[in-house]
C-alpha cells in the first residue's frame, strides 16, 4: 500500500489559506496538516514532526507548503526549515506567499508566449513588491534588459541590487516613476510592461499606453478595478487592442492555478526540492 | 475523475466545533477545511479562496458551514460571505451555529407528524433564544397559531416583530411567563408546547403540565436535568403520558442528526445554496 | 459503507504536532481533527462533540489522542475527558504528551529483550521528568527493583510514593545523584541503566560508565548530542560494546515508532479503551 500524501501547510496569518488548501486537494495530496501563525520559532518542531516520521525512502510523501499574505515572513519560515534538514532526512519545501512565485512565473511564461525575452526590454511597474521583484528576478534570467520601476529611485536601485546577487550577469536599470510623464519615459523603447501595483493603484493611463508605441505587450496583475494599466480588464487574455497584446489578472490566472498545481505534485516525486521563483518558473517551462 | 467535496467550516469559536465536523465526514465531506475564532473582517479571503480555486461548473463541489456557539456571530458571517458572491462565483452556505436550525426545524417537523399546525395553537418558552425564535417562526410559517412566550413581554414582543418581518401573515401573539401561572395561562388552549430554554431551567412544573388539558404534544429540547418541562425524561420520543405526546431532546435529536447529515449532502448538490432556517427544515420534509 | 475513522487529536501546545498527526494517518485513521492550545475548560465541549455524533455500536470508529509538550497538561486533559463519559457513551482515549508514553513503553521492552525484569536491579537516572518517571512505573511493575535516581533526594522520594501508589509491592530506592561519584554508587550492581534526563545534559561519563561492572545494559533516551549516556550514540541499537548493550534514543525509537503506531489501531478496536503507559507497553508486548 503506497502512504498518503501529506502536505503540512505552514501560513504566517492567524487564519491559514483556504485558497492554497483547496488547490493542494485537486493537486491530489491525500492529507492536509494546516497551521495557521506558524512563526520562526515554531518552525523546528513542526519540520522535525515532517523529517522524523517516516523513513528517508518514503519521505517524499511528506512535504511542505509555506504560505500566508507576508511574504518576508514566508521566506523566513523557508530559510528556517532548510537549516532542520540533513543527509537524507530532509522534506520537499515549496513556498508561495501571497501567490507571489506563481503569480510572477506565470506573468513571465505569458510574456515569454509573445517575446523573445532576451532580446527584449521589459519595463515593471511597482517592481518593489513582492510579485513585482519575482518578474524582474526572473525576467532577468531570461536575458531581458529590465526597467525596475519605483516611485522611489532608491527602492528601486535595491532590487537592482538584490536581484544581480542572485542574477550576476542581470542587465537591470533601476527607474524612477512618479507620474505619466516618467512613466511613459520607464516604458519608451521597451517591448513589455508588466504591473505589479497594489490593487485599485492605476500605474499608467490608457492615453499614455496607447501612445507608447514600443510596447507590443502588456501585463496588469491587478485584478481589483480600477486596473493598473487602463484599458486592460482582469479577464483579459492574450487579447489584441491598439496593436498590442493584453492580459490582465484573470487571463494570467489560468496560468498560475495550473503552475500551482504542477507544483504541488512536483513536491511528492522527491524529497530534495526547494521550490521558490525559478522552480516553478521552470516547472511553468514543461506544462 | 470526480472532484473531492471539500467543506470549508467557518467556527467563531476558538476551537472548531467537533461535533459538526463528525456529522460533516459521516455525511461523505471528502476534505474538511475547518478554521476556528472567525471573524466577519476574516470571511472575504476565506470565501475567495473558496470561490476562485475551482471552475464555476465545478464549484458544487466546495461548500461553507458555518457554526459556533454564538448564533448571532454566526449571522454576521452568513450576511458577510453571502456579499462576497457575484454571478456564477458563489459556493453553497449552510448556518447551523449552536446547531439552531436543525434544531428548530427538527422540533418542528417532529410537531407536524402529530398534529395540523395550520389549524394549531402552540406555545414556545423561552422563545427569545436562538432556537427558541427559529422555532417560533418555523411554526407561524406552517400557519399555526404561535404564542411567543418570554419572562419580558418587551423581548417576547420584539420576536413577534422579527418574525412578522420574515413571515409577513404570521399569527403571533406575545406573552410574559414569569412563573406557573402565567405559564399556564399561556398554554392554556394550546395544542402544542415547546420549551427551548437554557440548559437545566424548568419552566413548566410536572403538574402544570398535566393540568393542561389542552396540550397533546409537549417538546422540550433541554437535554440537561431538570427538564424545562418536568415529566419529559431526554429519551422520550414519541411516548404518551397523561393523554400527551412527549419528546425530549435525544428524542428530536434522532430527526435534527438525520436532518444535518440531510442538509450537508444537499449543499453538494448545487453552488447556490443558502441553508438557514427554512431551507433545513424544508430539506427534513423530504427525507 | 464502513464509517470512517476519526482521531480527535486535543493538543496542548498552541501548534498541534505535526509528529503526531503523520503516525496517525500511517496507521490507518481517516480523518484527523487537530485542536492546538486546548484547555481544561475546552475538553468537555470537543469529547461531547466526539460522544454523540455516532451510536453506540459505531462510537469504535471515533478515538481522541492527547499529545502536546506539557505531559501534566496533557494528564488533566485525560482525567476531564474520562468525567465525561457515562455508560455505552464513550470513546477510547490514548495519552502520549511528549511522546513520554512511547518512550517509556519502548525504552522498557527494549530492556526486557536482554534482562528478566523480574530478577534485576535497574537505575533510572532523571527519573523526575516524565519519560523517567513512566520508565520506573513500568520497571516497577514487571517486578524490577528500581533505583530512581534524582538530584534531589526528596524529588526522586516523592517519584517513589507516586509510583507505590500505582504499583502498591514496587521495589523502590530513591537516590541522590548529584556528580560522577553518586551516580556511581547509584548503579553499583545494578544490571542496567536508563538515562531519562533533559536533551545534551551529560548524566554519566563514558569512563564511569566503563567502570560499572554490573552493568550489562545501558539505554539513553536523550537524542541531543551529547549524549546522557557518554559513549552511546543516537543510533545505538543493541549493539556491545565494553561488555555491555547499548541503546540510543533513534535505536530505542523504532519500537517507539511501532507502538505508536500499533496503540492507535488499538483504538478503534473498541471504544472502551484508555490508553496511558501500562497500556501501551502491554500493546507493544505483542507486536
Redesign the interface.
Given at each position: 500500500m503506497s502512504?498518503?500524501k501529506?502536505l503540512?501547510c505552514l501560513d504566517t496569518d492567524?487564519?491559514?489559506?483556504?485558497?492554497?488548501?483547496?488547490?493542494a486537494?485537486?493537486a491530489g495530496v491525500?492529507?492536509?496538516?494546516?497551521?495557521g501563525?506558524?512563526s520562526v520559532d515554531?518552525v523546528r518542531?513542526?519540520?522535525?514532526?515532517?523529517m522524523?516520521?517516516?523513513g528517508p525512502g518514503d519521505l517524499k510523501n511528506?512535504a511542505v507548503f509555506i504560505g500566508g499574505s507576508d511574504v518576508g515572513a514566508g521566506e523566513e519560515l523557508l530559510a528556517k526549515a532548510r537549516e532542520c534538514f540533513f543527509g537524507p532526512m530532509r522534506v520537499s519545501l515549496m513556498l508561495d506567499s501571497n501567490g507571489a512565485n506563481t503569480t510572477a512565473a506565470a506573468a513571465v511564461l505569458c510574456a515569454r508566449k509573445h517575446l523573445k525575452l532576451a532580446e527584449s526590454t521589459a519595463t515593471v511597474l511597482a517592481a518593489t513588491g513582492s510579485v513585482g521583484r519575482r518578474v524582474a528576478r526572473l525576467l532577468a534570467r531570461e536575458g531581458a534588459t529590465v526597467r525596475v520601476a519605483s516611485r522611489q529611485l532608491s527602492r528601486a536601485q535595491q532590487v537592482c541590487d538584490d536581484v544581480r546577487r542572485l542574477v550576476p550577469d542581470a542587465q537591470l536599470e533601476a527607474w524612477e516613476t512618479r507620474e505619466t510623464e516618467s512613466t511613459l519615459a520607464a516604458i519608451d523603447g521597451a517591448a513589455c510592461v508588466v504591473a505589479a501595483g497594489a490593487p485599485a493603484a492605476q500605474l499608467l493611463p490608457e492615453e499614455a499606453r496607447r501612445e507608447a508605441k514600443s510596447l507590443t505587450l502588456a501585463i496588469d496583475l491587478n485584478a481589483v478595478p480600477p486596473a493598473g494599466i487602463a484599458g486592460i480588464t482582469p479577464q483579459d487574455k492574450a487579447i489584441e487592442k491598439d496593436g498590442q497584446i493584453l492580459y490582465g489578472a484573470i487571463g494570467v490566472g489560468g496560468t498560475k492555478?495550473k503552475l500551482h498545481k504542477a507544483a504541488i505534485r512536483r513536491l511528492f516525486e522527491t524529497n530534495d526540492l526547494v521550490l521558490d521563483a525559478e522552480e516553478i518558473y521552470s516547472i511553468g517551462s514543461n506544462i
Open positions: 502512504l498518503s501529506i503540512l492567524p487564519q491559514p489559506s483556504v485558497f492554497d488548501a483547496v488547490v486537494v485537486d491525500d492529507q492536509l496538516l494546516r497551521q501563525g506558524v515554531d518542531n513542526l519540520i522535525y514532526g515532517a522524523f516520521t517516516r511528506t492555478m
